[in-house]
């Protein structure tokens, strides 16, 4: 976790949610599509926030997206991205 010092906030990058207990989900706020992220494509170091930035919908081209970090724990348990 690197703490920005001009904010006081606490930015995480990808490594502080791994894969095996968090799923990342990516919804577009403009059309609706939702999709988990993939992560072979993001560099670890990039931080969520600043992800938030880059991130365009495959289905409309819009970059109004927003991510929401799943805790899917030890058990297996996948998020169904479906409609």
Same mark, same amino acid.
């Given at each position: 976790?690197?703490?920005?010092?001009?904010?006081?906030?606490i930015k995480?990058? &990808?490594?502080?949610f791994?894969?095996?207990? %968090?799923t990342?989900? @990516? %919804?577009?706020?403009?059309?609706? =599509? =939702?999709?988990? &992220?993939? *992560?072979?494509? @993001?560099?670890?170091?990039?931080?969520?926030q600043?992800?938030?930035? @880059?991130?365009r919908?495959?289905?409309?081209?819009? =970059?109004?997206?927003?991510? *929401?970090?799943?805790?899917?724990?030890?058990?297996? %348990?996948?998020?169904?991205?479906?409609?």
């Amino acid at each position: 976790m690197a703490q920005d010092q001009s904010t006081d906030t606490i930015k995480n990058s &990808l490594d502080d949610f791994p894969a095996e207990a %968090f799923t990342i989900m @990516v %919804f577009c706020d403009a059309c609706g =599509r =939702r999709c988990s &992220l993939d *992560r072979a494509k @993001v560099p670890k170091h990039v931080t969520i926030q600043d992800l938030t930035k @880059v991130l365009r919908c495959s289905s409309c081209g819009s =970059r109004e997206a927003s991510i *929401r970090i799943i805790y899917t724990g030890a058990a297996g %348990f996948h998020h169904n991205s479906a409609p």
